[in-house]
């Protein structure tokens, strides 16, 4: 079974300009889920999709962050401008959700490491 | 909000030495509780998981965890540790209801020394 794949894995970027990150979930995953990991810090959730749904966005900073999952499927995560702060990495995750049952078994992918200048 | 605190940021120990680390939780009604696992240059993986009924569980590679819901832990341990678990060690809980993204503790990097 493939597992999550995220694209770019490395970005270095000057502040105020944007970025975009894509991650592809494991295969009939409905649930897809963007973490923010700081050094030094364990990952922190952004947004959490349900198919093409948000089920939670309330720690995304909305001034600069958007994220959108169109089809129910691949997710784009977008900062714009960035700020010096916004180095990190990037986790994309996924959870099977069968009928009315979630599965709280999250997968993640090897993440975009983002780097601030 | 809730929150989880890992007591251990950085430990070193010997090959065959015996591991527990230590994970506390703040909320107090169901949770559901997870330790990942970072081994260097790869990405995180399930070690283990607590939903309901039997507190202690275990994981793989040989690792356990016991929930303690009176003292809101979930302490993870290994009786004989390996050179190969040299690792970021991550709590996480989730609290139910309809968002279910994960909390995580702020990590433990575990150093295992031949």
């Known amino acids: 079974e493939a597992g999550v794949a995220q694209s770019p894995r490395y970005k270095i970027i000057e502040k105020r300009q944007s970025v975009a990150f894509w991650c592809n979930p494991i295969s009939g995953h409905a649930t897809l889920y963007w973490y923010q990991q700081i050094l030094g810090q364990g990952p922190k959730l952004l947004i959490q999709?349900?198919?093409?749904?948000?089920?939670?966005d309330s720690q995304l900073p909305k001034d600069r962050f958007s994220a959108e999952r169109l089809k129910g499927v691949d997710s784009t995560l977008k900062i714009q401008p960035a700020k010096l702060e916004d180095s990190a990495v990037y986790l994309c995750a996924s959870s099977l959700q069968v009928d009315m049952i979630r599965s709280y078994e999250q997968y993640f992918g090897p993440g975009t490491r983002l780097t601030v200048t | 909000a809730q929150s989880v605190s890992q007591h251990n940021h950085h430990v070193i120990l010997s090959e065959a030495a015996s591991l527990e680390l230590g994970c506390n939780y703040s909320?107090?009604?169901?949770?559901?509780l997870f330790w990942y696992v970072q081994y260097p240059g790869q990405h995180l993986q399930l070690l283990l998981k607590?939903?309901?009924?039997?507190?202690l569980v275990k994981g793989i590679k040989g690792f356990e965890a016991e929930f303690i819901k009176s003292k809101f832990s979930f302490n993870l341990r290994k009786p004989s540790v390996q050179w190969s678990d040299t690792a970021e060690y991550f709590c996480a809980v989730h609290s139910g209801g309809g968002a279910d993204g994960l909390t995580f503790g702020k990590g433990t990097h575990l150093i295992i020394q031949p």
């Open positions: 607590y939903f309901s009924g039997d507190p």
């Open positions: 999709f349900q198919n093409n749904g948000v089920v939670d």
């Open positions: 909320y107090g009604g169901t949770v559901n």
